[in-house]
């Protein structure tokens, strides 16, 4: 009976040492796991904070614009990438009429700043190149980040305006 109790011995041992790293190496991965979560929350967070953007190409020169999280930007961007002629009005913006409407959400911005790209009405597209006061009501879509090299992009006149994400 001693021969056969060893065996038994034995098996009861390296059963309860298995099953003692299998428990181990468990209880390792759920905290691995609870901390991949947590960078995974972080990560969603800062995700969430952030600002999409736009690309504007006037010539040769690209600008990436920071878009607002509106209805109005949300149908704008299905209709990426598009290219507008834009015409020039009033010494300070650009404009195109769209052929069909987007959602609004008009107010009254005070100032007007260089960089800014606001919906007028239901269908036209303004891209500002200069500092004023307005009256006039707009939906946001956006802000040029750099607007530097803005007006001398767009210059004098027409210009063509590529639109993309």
Known sequence: MNSINLPVRLIR????AMMFTTL????????DDNEADSESQILQNDNSNMKSTLKLTIGQ????????????????????????????LNGN?????????????????GTIHAGDIMLYGS???????????????????????????LAQAVGKGSVSVRFEM
């Open 13 to 16: 041992v390296l059963s309860f």
């Open 24 to 31: 181990t190496t468990m209880t390792a991965c759920a905290r």
């Open 61 to 88: 020169t690209s600008f990436t614009a920071t878009i607002e999280d509106n209805a109005t930007v949300k149908e704008l961007q299905s209709l990426l990438p598009m290219t507008l002629q834009m015409d020039e």
């Open 93 to 109: 913006e650009k404009y195109c009429y769209l052929s069909s409407s987007l959602p609004t959400a008009a107010s009254r911005p």
């Open 123 to 149: 269908s036209c597209i303004v891209i500002f190149y200069k500092t004023f006061s307005s009256g006039y009501s707009y939906t946001r879509i956006g802000h040029i980040d750099n607007v530097e090299q």
